[in-house]
């Protein structure tokens, strides 16, 4: 699992519609660096240094993946792409828009490009202002003090106005308030936990993870599957059945949806590929006997990848188990949920198709996916 990290990002602009360059630098963090948790209020401030048009000035929380260099380049192609132009032989100067890392972590970082926590920020008001509105109690990791402290102390007699429109936060335009209870699935290798990993993270919401790992069964079966097919189906049924059950039953006030990477349902589809014809219909009937007790999710998001790419997939994530799968197999797992996606009318369905996606190492592919979900 990919670490997340906490980056406060301090935003100014004061050539231009301020406001806009603003909105436009948090739209694009949001898009190319990470999910956007919170922003201050816009203050209006005067020029820091050297003489120019006021400031609008705000500070964000972000959550991300990249490491802190990496944010720091993407953060420049942002400025970049806004109009910014820096000119390495002068000192302060107008910008439209001026895009700094506050703080990274609790890291110090002291390199040629990047020094982190922001030198100056503990004797800029504009910086630490809206950087209290979020996070009056974060602790400078050098100076030991937390921001109210640093702001009551700052010697920047500025004086700031704090403007009456606030910045959208496009994570809000990933609205999941519509569901209680959404699973991914997917065939092997197709991406269905790393997706709800993400979206419970990114979402608030309650995660569900199958327990594969722990079936004694699994290796087995791909070791000899006729022998051990209805072993390993049965106890995955059992264990599903379980899961859901307990899991869907514990209320957890601090959650705002459910988000699992299974349904109960691949039991069936996978049972019919891997069993014989009289043990599927016995296994069948136990089947549908616990699943009418089960509830359904309000969406079923099914992630499909082409064969070549699940297999890409299997062989980068290393299970030993897993390393033989034929081609002919996944197929008929593709063809298998297919079919049972088309039979079930009343299911809320999404069939999305990332075979040349890449939702884990490039966040517009995973926003684009949220963008289909949402």
């Not at 132009?85 to 703080?103: H, P």
């Not at 999941?176 to 936990?193: C, D, M, R």
Request: charged share 30%; hydrophobic share 35%.
């Amino acid at each position: 699992m990919i670490d997340s990290h906490i980056v406060y990002i301090s935003l100014g602009s004061n050539t231009g519609d301020r406001f806009k360059n603003l909105q436009d630098a948090i739209n694009l963090i949001y898009l190319k660096i990470g999910k956007v948790d919170v922003i201050s209020k816009v203050y209006n401030s005067p020029s820091f240094g050297f003489e120019s048009n006021d400031f609008l000035n705000t500070c964000l929380r972000l959550e991300t993946d990249f490491q802190a260099k990496e944010v720091l380049k993407k953060l420049l192609d942002i400025e970049k792409s806004l109009g910014r132009v820096r000119n390495k032989n002068k000192g302060y100067e107008a910008r439209s828009i001026d895009l700094d890392i506050v703080f990274y972590d609790d890291e110090i970082i002291n390199t040629k490009v990047l020094q982190v926590p922001h030198p100056e920020m503990f004797k800029r008001r504009f910086v630490l202002q809206p950087l209290f509105d979020i996070a009056p109690k974060l602790i400078h990791p050098e100076i030991k003090s937390d921001i109210s402290e640093l702001l009551y102390n700052c010697e920047d007699e500025s004086t700031l106005e704090s403007i009456n429109i606030w910045l959208k936060n496009p994570v809000k335009q990933h609205d999941f308030s519509k569901y209680n209870y959404i699973a991914i699935e997917g065939n092997i290798g197709a991406g269905k936990t790393s997706l709800a990993t993400k979206i419970a993270t990114d979402f608030n919401a309650k995660l569900i993870l199958e327990r594969f790992a722990d079936n004694p069964f699994l290796p087995k079966f791909y070791e000899d599957a006729q022998r051990y097919a209805f072993t390993l189906e049965m106890s995955f049924l059992a264990d599903r059945y379980q899961q859901i059950s307990d899991d869907l039953s514990q209320l957890d006030l601090f959650k705002d949806f459910i988000v699992s990477d299974y349904d109960v349902f691949k039991s069936l589809i996978f049972s019919k590929i891997t069993l014989h014809e009289d043990e599927f219909k016995l296994y069948r009937k136990l089947f549908y006997l616990m699943y009418k007790d089960i509830p359904k999710p309000d969406l079923y998001v099914y992630l499909y990848q082409n064969t070549q790419r699940l297999q890409e997939n299997i062989k980068k994530r290393g299970r030993d188990y897993e390393q033989n799968i034929a081609d002919e197999y996944l197929e008929k797992i593709n063809s298998g949920y297919l079919e049972f996606l088309k039979s079930q009318p009343d299911f809320n369905v999404k069939i999305i198709d990332i075979s040349d996606k890449d939702f884990v190492a490039n966040r517009e592919d995973y926003l684009g996916i949220l963008d289909a979900i949402c």
